[in-house]
């Protein structure tokens, strides 16, 4: 028992130690939920697809209909990130920032810093998150059950457009996030997820 | 006795791991199709496709790599790779001769797995016939008519089945039954005539015509037809003690088509298939002494398909040469070894050797061993299939379209991104390849019980899979075929059979398995490999021990089974029964392996039981179930209905 009221002691002294060696004290580390984000598409199936992108800010932790001031943004199984140049398709919005994104592979506990070098930003060729089944964040079942499952250990990195670091972990594509999602009656482009946003600028890891 | 060796040989002799069935056991279970009797065989299961084909999976080996013989010749029409087995009619076989491992040596691709091949009845010396009649569950009708005449100069023999079903409905979907209603028809003939001592003349005709009621949707509703036939001719010459000879023609088509229409009676959609092979091969053999035996064979194979949503007609032409020495060095060795060499126009040419051998330790204990190279060429649709999803929007191109095709999407724009490029399809499709080991002991207690185990391993490459190549401008993929995976099936197999006594017979089998992808183990080994339990839950890293393996493979197979004759009342019943642990049938939670936290399938088991009874000397009466329990599983096993009643009456003359 004393033993360890002294250790308690201890970490108590390096903490204030630290604190009194910074200039300003950091901001905590936020770790959050987005729950049922509707992000629906028109056309699609041969179609062209059209529909406005729902954009997402992480600094406020919410929707946005600003046309600069956010990260990334959802349309269907589309997420493109206002960073580099629009893939022209119909409705996409124009890019104002130098936000970036990247999938790491891990659980959203051990994906713990950025690796700045892996960002990729969207292009005239095509998006920094790939579309298509098992190229980017999500695996598509086709027939019969059709289904779009996020794929295990595939954690977005994300710079955003003020320069700091956010990482995101998908985990449904169907409201409510069914724990047996049904392809043709529960609806879809409704995404559910896990992030945590690192608000100090210049600070490459989440912890 | 077997022809597994393309010779005739007693089957306790052979190096090579073979099953039989015979017609009697046939008669005793009354089975009508393939797919029934297969099932409850020691280490084999049916695996149904998507066009509700059931293929069969041997030594954890998919459906088409197993080839399927009648009297020695192979069948084709293996529309998505699979060869129906309910096709074929079991009503005029001899026996069915099932050889596990590679066998490429003698039968060329496909024979990777091993070969299944159906003997036909040899035709009696006299006028015989008979007529059998069987109802089962379902308003399931099979009927069947022979009738053989034979004399030692000349025999012919015919057989025709019908078997129409009203089909069945598990109801997993409101609007489209499992099984729609069908009626089959099998015509088969062999005649043969003897010009002399020397010379005989053989030739066989098989015709088989299925309707079948097809239904995709409330609205569309249509029609598919079947038409195959095989047809052969065999001029067998012996010159001597030594040496003799055949020349053998085969030609067979399988043609399919099918339509669907709308509720207004406008065509939607029309299919069809319709594939060739014509094949002649001559082969020599010499036997310098008994027991000891050397055979070589020609022939060329040539083959085309014409189908819909393919680039081109393709045609195959394949020259091959194959030569077997099958001998006894001692009295206790047993050696076969044999080679084939296959050319072909469209990949490249394959060596495939094999080599067995049989070492009688002593009366009770003989060993036995084989090491054997099988292939399955790229078959047409993965080389020229040109096919785009006309409601999704995705597009599946054969290995050799791509070129052509994605120059064409490239011209109407529909590219957004190529993946892989184009130059990465210029050399040649490889054939999927094996090498297969078998280890094996026959263990004699005594006459009346017997046991056999055979350790195996089949190492695969060049295993063909599908590929993302490019994005299309709808946001749907272009796919085609390569050769990627690695993967490996191992395990162990156990059979006994027990005379119990004159009236009882027990016999009983057993497979353990282990089929894996390499890639995918190193993966697992690696840390790479993430799941979830539920969608709502974060994912978490997976070990080795929790990759399962391949697909609709099950860990665990047995079957045992009960014979009973009471002589005195001219009756006899059987108990069967077989077991399947559970499987795996896709990935449940997106990381696209089959791991333990996958939804499985069940583990089941399927309990027969039959009851016949002669009367008078040529009346046999049958009463029986099949799926006593009745299980059932349909979401996912669509392929067993629950319990079959059945009832038949066989009049022989």
């Known amino acids: 028992m004393r033993s360890i009221n002294l250790l308690f002691l201890f970490v108590l002294a390096v903490m204030a130690s630290c604190s009194s060696d910074d200039k300003e004290p950091l901001l905590t580390v936020k770790v959050d939920a987005v729950a049922n984000l509707h992000a629906p598409q028109e056309g699609g199936r041969g179609e062209p697809i059209s529909g406005d992108f729902t954009k997402f800010s992480f600094e406020t932790g919410q929707i946005t209909t600003d046309d600069t001031n956010w990260d990334i943004a959802f349309r269907g199984t589309s997420i493109i990130v206002n960073g580099g140049v629009s893939l022209g398709t119909n409705d996409e919005p124009a890019r104002s920032g130098n936000a970036a994104i990247y999938i790491a592979s891990g659980t959203m506990a051990s994906v713990n810093s950025v690796e700045e070098s892996q960002f990729l930003q969207d292009s005239d060729n095509g998006y920094a998150i790939q579309g298509g089944s098992d190229n980017g964040w999500y695996n598509y079942a086709g027939d019969p059950t059709h289904i779009i499952s996020p794929i295990p250990g595939k954690i977005l990195v994300i710079r955003t457009t003020s320069g700091t670091y956010a990482k995101v972990e998908i985990l449904s594509y169907y409201k409510d996030a069914p724990a047996n999602p049904d392809a043709f009656s529960d609806p879809d482009a409704y995404y559910t997820f896990n992030y945590v946003y690192q608000p100090n600028l210049g600070v490459s890891t989440f912890e | ?653």
Do not use: C
């Open chain 2, 1 to 653: 006795m077997v022809t597994a060796t393309k010779s005739v040989r007693q089957l306790s002799s052979l190096p090579l791991p073979v099953q039989l069935i015979s017609k009697k056991q046939i008669q005793r279970i009354n089975s009508i199709r393939m797919s029934d009797l297969l099932n409850e065989a020691t280490g084999l299961t049916t695996v149904a496709d998507f066009g509700g084909g059931e293929g069969i999976q041997m030594q954890g080996l998919d459906a088409q790599h197993t080839l399927i013989l009648i009297d020695g010749l192979p069948l084709v029409g293996r529309s998505a790779g699979t060869l129906d087995l309910n096709r074929l009619a079991v009503g005029n076989i001899e026996q069915v001769e099932i050889v596990k491992g590679a066998s490429s040596s003698l039968y060329g691709s496909e024979a990777l797995a091993g070969v299944i091949n159906l003997i036909s009845k040899n035709t009696e010396q006299g006028i015989h016939g008979a007529i059998g009649y069987r109802l089962a569950t379902f308003n399931t009708q099979d009927i069947q008519a022979d009738l053989s005449y034979g004399t030692k100069k000349f025999g012919i023999s015919s057989v025709v089945n019908r078997l129409a079903s009203d089909g069945y409905d598990l109801g997993n979907d409101p609007d489209i039954p499992t099984v729609s209603p069908y009626e089959n028809y099998t015509f088969s003939t062999n005649a043969y005539y003897q010009f002399s001592k020397k010379s005989k003349l053989s030739v066989a005709g098989r015709f088989f015509d299925q309707e079948q009621a097809y239904v995709s949707s409330n609205e569309l509703a249509g029609e598919t037809n079947i038409e195959e036939w095989n047809l052969s001719g065999k001029f067998t010459h012996t010159f001597n003690e030594q040496w003799e000879s055949y020349v053998e023609l085969y030609a067979t088509r399988y043609y399919s088509t099918e339509f669907l229409n709308e509720a207004t009676g406008e065509n939607f959609s029309d299919a069809n298939y319709d594939q060739r092979l014509f094949r002649p091969e001559v082969r020599l053999g010499y036997s310098p002494r008994k027991g000891q035996s050397y055979s070589a064979g020609v022939g060329f194979n040539h083959e085309t398909l014409a189908r819909t949503d393919f680039i081109k007609q393709p045609e195959f032409n394949a020259p091959y040469i194959y030569t077997q020495y099958d001998g006894k060095l001692t009295d206790r060795l047993n050696i076969i070894a044999g080679a084939r060499f296959d050319m072909h126009n469209e990949y490249a040419s394959q060596v495939s050797p094999k080599l067995a051998l049989r070492y009688v330790l002593s009366n009770l204990i003989s060993l036995k061993g084989s090491v054997g190279y099988g292939f399955k060429a790229p078959d047409f649709r993965q080389l020229y299939f040109d096919f785009s999803n006309g409601t999704v929007g995705y597009t599946v191109l054969g290995y050799n379209a791509v070129e052509e095709a994605i120059t064409r999407l490239e011209n109407n724009g529909e590219i957004a991104n190529q993946l892989v490029p184009v130059a990465a399809f210029n050399q040649d499709l490889r054939p999927e390849s094996s090498v297969s080991f078998n280890l094996g002991t026959d263990i004699r207690v005594s006459n009346q019980l017997k046991f056999n185990l055979n350790l195996f391993r089949n190492n695969i490459n060049n295993l063909i899979d599908t590929q993302i190549i490019a994005t299309k401008t709808n946001g749907q993929s272009v796919f085609s075929y390569t050769n990627v995976n690695k993967v490996f099936t191992q395990g162990i197999e156990l059979n006994g059979n027990w005379d119990f006594s004159e009236t009882l017979r027990i016999s009983g089998g057993y497979q353990l398995l282990y089929a894996k992808d390499k890639e995918a183990v190193k993966a697992f080994n690696n840390g790479t490999v993430y799941a979830r339990t539920s969608p709502a839950s974060p994912s978490f890293q997976l070990s080795a021990s929790d990759y399962f393996g391949l697909y609709n493979r099950s860990r665990h197979m047995a079957n045992l089974k009960l014979f009973y004759q009471y002589t005195p009342w001219k009756i006899d019943g059987n108990i069967r029964t077989t077991y399947r642990s559970s499987y795996g049938q896709f990935d449940g939670n997106g990381n696209g392996y089959l791991d333990q936290y996958d939804p499985m399938v069940d583990g089941y088991v399927i309990t027969d039981i039959a009851i016949n009874k002669s009367i008078y000397k040529h009346y046999r009466l049958s009463l029986g179930i099949d799926n006593v329990f009745n299980f059932k599983d349909r979401q996912h096993i669509t392929s067993i209905p629950g319990s079959l009643f059945y009832t038949k009456l066989n009049i022989q003359f």
